[in-house]
C-alpha cells in the first residue's frame, strides 16, 4: 500500500520508511514561521532557559498582524521582537515595509520548498500545501519548544482527497470552490486530517488561486492541506479515508457566500437575498493577490464604489502593491474611492484599519466571520470571493458581478 | 488521573477562538492577564461566574479558528479545571496540553451534562461521572504524551527539565 502525501512527508521527516494513520512520529522541523506572536514564542523559550535557537536559518519572523504599530504596546512588542531578531542572528526577519502578511511573504520569497516539513504560529500557515509542504499552525509555546529542539511530535493524519472536475463557470474562482467545499463538509469536516485536491480545475489554477484553496481548508479544520505539485506525489495506491468527487461546472452555478457567524454557512449568492453593506474589504493572507487586485479593477474600472459602502484594498505583500502600482490596478481602484491600506492583515483580526461599528455589515475577501471578528459584536461578516466583493462595493449591496456589469 | 468540578457553562458547536479571546486583544501576552476578555464579546457574563476547578461543556470543534494560544491561556488562567466537549480544534487542543488545560473528549457527556452539575473527571481512565453516583459516561482517555505534559504542569516545565 502506498502513501499519501502527508505520510510521504511525515515518514521522511521522522526517519521512517512508512507511516500509517493515528501513529504518532517525531519530525525534524524545514521551517518554522511566526509573526507578532513571536513575542509570545520569545518569552516562553526564555522560561525553557535555553540560550540559542536551534537554527536561526530555518526561523523566519514577518511583522503583519498590527503594521505599522498602531499602539505603543505592540510598538513595545515589535522592539522586543527586533532586539531578539538580532540576538539570535535570525537573518530572515521581514519587518514594517520591507514585506507583508506572512503566508504571501513566506511564499513569494522561496522559503517554502515541496516535501518540507513548515509549522508557522498562525493558524492558515496550510497555505504553503500549495507548494508541496506539509505546512501547519501551532501555538507560541508549541514553537518555543520547536526553536529548542527543532523537531515536534505529529499524529500522522488521515486524508480526504477532493477532485475537481468540469470548469469553473464566469465570475467562478478558487474562493467559490472552497467555500462551496466547506459548506459541504463542515467547519469541522476536515478535523485533525490532511486534505489533497487534485482533479484538472485544480490543475487549471494560478498558484495563487492554489493557495486559496490550500489556506481555507483551515476553516473546514484541516491539519494540512495540498494542490498538486511536480516534485512529490501521493502514490497511486495510497489509502484516502474519503474521496469526494465534485463537478464545478455543475456545483458551481452562482459565486458562494458564507454568511454570519461561520465559515460553513455557505449559500449561493442568489440566496441571500438583499444585503446593504456598509463595508467592502479586498484583502488577507486568503484573497489579497495579484489576480485578486486585477479582476477588482476590472470590475471598479470607470465605476464609483456606492455611496453608503466604503472599500478598503489591502496588497498582501510590498512587492504586491508595487505591481499593482505598476500595472495600473491601484490607480483604477483609487479612482473608484477604494482606501488602499498599507501589506497587512487590516481589518481581518479586528485590530484597526477598518473596524465595524455595530449593526454595520461587510462584504470581504478574507476567511472569517466569526461573532466580533472584525469589530462589534453586533456587526456581521460576510465572505466572497473578490470579483462579488468589487461588484458589491460598486452596488452597495451584495451583488454578482453581473449586475454591474453590462 | 481525577479532578472534580462544577459545570459552570455548557455551550454549543463551533466555539471559536474569536469568541473565546477576541484578536483586538493579542497584544497582551501576560497570560495571567488573559481572562479578564474571557468570552468578552459573546458571553461576558460567563468570566464572572467562573470559580476556581469549574468545569465547560460544549459540543463539537470548540475552539476552532485561530491559533492564538491566549484562548486556552484565557480559559486555563480563568481557574478552569477542565473543558469537556464533544470534540476540540487540533490547534486548541496542542496548545491546552502545552499550557497544562486538561481537555475531556467524549461523545455522550456533554449532552448529558447540564449547568450546575457537579462531576468527577477520570482523565486516563476515560470516563465522565455526574456525581453523586450517576452513570459513568465514555470519554477517549488521554494519551501517554498528554498525561506527561500535563503531569508536569506543560511543556514550558518540561523542556526546562529536560535541558536546564
Known sequence: MGMTLAEKI?????????????????????LAMSHENADLVRKSFKD???????????????????????????AATHKA????????????????????????????????????????????????GAFGAFAAGIGATEMAGVWTEGRLWFKVPSTIRILVSGELRPWISAKDLILYIIGQLGADGADYRSVEFDG??????????????????????AKVAFTPVDEIAPDPDAAYERVLAIDATEALQ?????????????????????????QAVLGSCTNGRLEDLEIAARILGGRRVHERTRLIVIPASQRIYLEAMRLGYLQTLIEAGAMINPPGCGPCVGVHQGILAAGEVCISSTNRNFIGRMGSKDSQVFLASPAVVAASAIAGKIAHPEEVIE | MKLRGRVAVKLGDNIDTDIIYPGRYLNITDREKTPEHLFELAYPDIRTRLKPGDIIVAGKNFG?????????????????????????????????????LPLVTSREAPAQLEEGDEIEIDLTGGSVRKLPGGAVLAAAPLDARAVELLNAGG????????YA
Open chain 1, 200 to 221: 484538472p480545475v485544480i490543475r487549471a489554477m494560478s498558484i495563487a488561486s492554489r493557495m486559496v484553496l490550500a489556506n481555507l481548508s483551515m476553516e473546514m479544520g
Open chain 1, 10 to 30: 511525515l515518514a521522511r521527516a521522522s526517519g521512517c520508511d512508512r507511516v500509517a494513520p493515528d501513529q504518532v512520529v517525531v519530525a525534524n522541523i524545514d
Open chain 1, 48 to 74: 525553557i532557559g535555553v540560550r540559542r535557537v536551534w537554527d536561526p536559518d530555518k526561523i523566519v519572523i514577518i511583522l503583519d498582524h498590527r503594521v505599522p504599530a498602531e499602539s505603543e504596546k505592540t
Open chain 2, 64 to 100: 476552532c479558528g485561530s491559533s492564538r494560544e491566549q484562548a486556552t491561556a484565557a480559559v486555563k488562567f480563568a481557574g478552569v479545571g477542565a473543558v469537556v466537549a464533544v470534540s476540540f480544534a487540533r490547534i486548541f487542543y496542542r496548545n491546552s496540553i502545552n499550557l497544562g
Open chain 1, 254 to 278: 452562482e459565486p458562494q457566500i458564507a454568511c454570519p457567524h461561520t465559515v460553513d454557512n455557505v449559500r449561493p449568492l442568489p440566496a441571500v437575498g438583499n444585503v446593504p453593506v456598509d
Open chain 2, 155 to 162: 511543556l514550558i516545565p518540561y523542556l526546562r527539565k529536560k
Open chain 1, 81 to 128: 521582537i527586533r532586539e531578539f531578531v538580532r540576538e539570535q542572528g535570525i537573518r530572515n526577519f521581514y519587518d514594517v515595509g520591507r514585506g507583508g502578511i506572512c503566508h504571501q511573504v513566506l511564499a513569494e520569497n522561496g522559503h517554502v520548498k515541496p516535501g518540507m516539513v513548515v509549522v508557522g504560529t498562525d493558524s492558515h500557515t496550510t497555505t504553503h
